[in-house]
């Protein structure tokens, strides 16, 4: 079962940051937060991970609160090809493969 | 990036015909590939863990007999689903990690999809 809960679907108009939150109340000390997603017919693609610190790159900002039992993706500038489904996941350092939930699907609007 | 590559990306078979699906990581040494499986607008499923030079460990309820994995190289790891009937259609997609990978990211193909009549 997947460790992570996240809401069905969200709207987000083009231009403005699309802010997308994961419980993982549950996460253990070793665990990491990773978020993927995936476009309509596409395999998934990978936008960032961290473990408890907040976390930066070209796509996208990670935050993860302080007790680590919540996070946030956010995407600072969402266009309409960042519709998708969004995984949050949660899996330790080991060879342990990544275990989809259900994701957001996340509609940019224009 | 690292790329990892499906092949092919749509099939279309008749029932009680077997089809083979490839996943080859083109720029790393895979030592370990995952396939999963997904049904329309659902998530995807764990299917299957293959190690190279190793047999494939399956997840309950995944018939070994029916889907076949042999990863006999580091950068070739191969679903064969056999016998297949119109249940067996969805979209198979493989994941593939190098040696060292422990935290960094899991590559994805770009799923075959498979239509079985």
């Known amino acids: 079962d997947a460790k992570t809960t996240q809401p069905p679907s969200m709207d987000c108009a083009e231009g403005r940051a699309a802010n997308l939150p994961c419980n993982h109340s549950t996460i253990s000390g070793n665990e990491y937060v990773y978020w993927y997603r995936q476009i309509h017919s596409q395999g998934p693609q990978y936008i960032i991970h961290g473990l408890k610190n ?8 990670l935050i993860i609160t302080e007790d680590r039992k919540s996070s946030t993706l956010i995407l600072p500038h969402a266009t309409l090809r960042d519709t998708a489904v969004y995984y949050c996941i949660v899996r330790d350092s080991g060879n342990t493969p990544l275990v989809f939930g259900k994701g957001t699907r996340l509609s940019v609007i224009a | 990036g690292a790329v990892v590559s499906q092949h092919p990306s749509r099939v279309i078979c008749k029932s009680g015909t077997s089809v083979k699906i490839e996943c080859r990581s083109l720029d790393f040494q895979a030592t370990t590939m995952f396939w999963y499986r997904q049904f329309p607008k659902q998530s995807l ?3 299957a863990t293959s190690n190279e030079g190793s047999k ?29 009937h119109p249940e067996d259609s969805s979209f198979y997609i493989c994941s593939a990690k190098s040696g060292s990978w422990g935290t960094g990211e899991l590559f994805f193909g770009e799923g075959s999809r498979l239509t079985v009549l």
């Open chain 2, 45 to 47: 499923m764990l299917m």
């Open chain 2, 56 to 84: 494939a460990t399956y997840e309950q309820g995944v018939e070994k007999d029916k889907f076949l994995i042999n990863h006999a190289s580091l950068t070739l790891s191969t679903l064969t689903v056999t016998s297949a």
């Open chain 1, 54 to 61: 907040n976390e930066t790159n070209e796509m996208a900002s």
